[in-house]
T-cell receptor
Framework: DTEVTQTPKHLVMGMTNKKSLKCEQH?????MYWYKQKAKKPPELMFV???????INESVPSRFSPECPNSSLLNLHLHALQPEDSALYLC???????????FGNGTRLTVT | GIQVEQSPPDLILQEGANSTLRCNFS?????LQWFHQNPWGQLINLFY???GTKQNGRLSATTVATERYSLLYISSSQTTDSGVYFC????????????FGKGTRLSVIA
């Protein structure tokens, strides 16, 4: 699935840095998701936006801050991360809740 | 919440062999998807199959919703089929997220 575009592909950041992950889709989907995936584990849901409103926050630490500026864009702002936050961060979208998810290629994040 | 179990956890196949991957789930679902995650981390949507049977080339899937399981068939496997296959389900009950199984790690050797 390449209809969901994530940037950057790779990111290395220090624990004091502030960075943002970006996700864009032009399929007219109204639900967008952030997942976190550690090595050899399944993706874990972080946040769900439905019609540009945050509908699910899976008890994610406040150092991760999502933002949905419009129906096509989803950002994840990162601040004061820990080395254990290093993972593959996946964005997905769907027409609505309950319809098929389409994933982007992910951002591989390393926190040093 | 809903539980999703996939089997086998690991599978090694000779190129050209066939295989069946299984996904069991503990509650009724209104969404079930099979994904393939390649060695580069890309998650490819294979099937959206809350019930019934679908086929796409060498792959096919069957979900028997009343018995709470789904099967993914891979025929004439190729080395490019290697990776992790995930089953993910969305429960009928409540505002719950899509839940992933732990995956089946497939290695196809030439």
């Amino acid at each position: 699935d390449t209809e969901v575009t994530q940037t950057p592909k790779h990111l290395v950041m220090g624990m004091t840095n502030k960075k943002s992950l970006k996700c864009e889709q032009h399929m007219g989907h109204r639900a967008m998701y952030w997942y976190k995936q550690k090595a050899k584990k399944p993706p874990e849901l972080m946040f769900v936006y439905s019609y540009e409103k945050l509908s699910i926050n899976e008890s994610v630490p406040s150092r991760f801050s999502p933002e949905c500026p419009n129906s096509s864009l989803l950002n994840l702002h990162l601040h004061a991360l820990q080395p254990e936050d290093s993972a593959l961060y996946l964005c997905a979208s769907s027409q609505a809740r309950g319809t098929p998810l389409h994933f982007g290629n992910g951002t591989r994040l390393t926190v040093t | 919440g809903i539980q999703v179990e996939q089997s086998p956890p690991d599978l090694i196949l000779q190129e050209g062999a066939n295989s069946t991957l299984r996904c069991n789930f503990s509650d009724s679902v209104n969404n079930l998807q099979w994904f393939h995650q390649n060695p580069w981390g890309q998650l490819i949507n294979l099937f959206y199959i809350p019930s019934g049977t679908k086929q796409n080339g060498r792959l096919s899937a069957t979900t028997v919703a009343t018995e709470r399981y789904s099967l993914l068939y891979i025929s004439s496997s190729q080395t490019t089929d290697s990776g992790v296959y995930f089953c993910a389900v969305l429960s009928n009950s409540g505002n719950t997220p899509l839940v992933f199984g732990k995956g089946t790690r497939l290695s196809v050797i030439a």
